[in-house]
């Protein structure tokens, strides 16, 4: 397990891996919370807790990030109240926190921040965006904002239209949203896999 880099990384300015993933992790669980409500009625069994690792791994492919031995940042903003992702396995920001797995996607870094009293969620959230836009190193970038908040979302629009041309740029909402220089990929599909629900299931009702 690692220890928290990107908290090191953030005092120095600067970030070394070549993808992150930046989540609003209290807009993903409640995503998460509504599919399991909405599918267990509709297909009529129970479904577990979203498998994080499974998540995680779903936005990388999305993302463009394939096989082979790199490094991913994974960045969970959350409110400082919050102590917990409800809705996934693991999902203690304190057991999250500091910690890495490695798979075929290589190895990510996770870390959990909570968003101090002095800022914004909002506020929070593109100002971290702002920071890993600057980084050289970063070439890949996998953003998961709460879009369904269209201020939120034309700030972020905003914020990457400001970004170096040479990052790939991956944007994940419920629902395709207009305009930006980013790529674009539904989150409910990675949600619905790492909740173990299958295409085939909902085809049948």
């Known amino acids: ?117 002095i800022v914004s969620s909002e506020q929070q959230f593109i100002d971290t965006l702002q920071l890993i836009c600057t980084q050289e190193a970063v070439k890949r970038m996998m953003v998961i904002p709460n879009a369904e908040d269209s201020n939120i979302y034309n700030k972020v629009r905003e914020t990457l239209r400001k970004t170096d041309s040479d990052k790939r740029i991956t944007v994940f909402a419920m629902q395709p949203m207009t305009g930006g220089n980013f790529q674009q990929e539904i989150l409910g599909y990675s949600l619905m896999a790492a909740l173990g629900i299958r295409a085939e299931e909902v085809k049948s009702e």
């Not at 991913?72 to 102590?83: D, F, G, N, S």
């Not at 500091?98 to 921040?113: C, Q, R, S, V, W």
Request: net charge negative; glycine share 6%; charged share 30%.
């Open 1 to 117: 397990m690692q220890e928290n880099r990107w908290n090191e990384s953030l005092a120095q300015g600067r970030l070394q891996s070549e993808n992150v993933i930046l989540v609003d992790a209290d807009y993903v669980d409640k995503v998460a919370f509504n599919l399991i409500v909405n599918f267990e009625r509709m297909i009529g069994r129970r479904i577990p807790q979203a498998d994080m690792t499974k998540w995680i791994d779903c936005i990388a492919l999305d993302g463009g990030i394939r096989e082979g031995e790199q490094e991913t940042q994974v960045i969970l903003l959350h409110a400082k109240q919050k102590k917990t992702m409800d809705n996934f396995t693991p999902g203690s920001f304190e057991e999250l926190s500091g910690k890495a797995f490695k798979d075929h996607l290589g190895e990510f870094l996770i870390n959990a921040y909570p968003i101090e009293d």
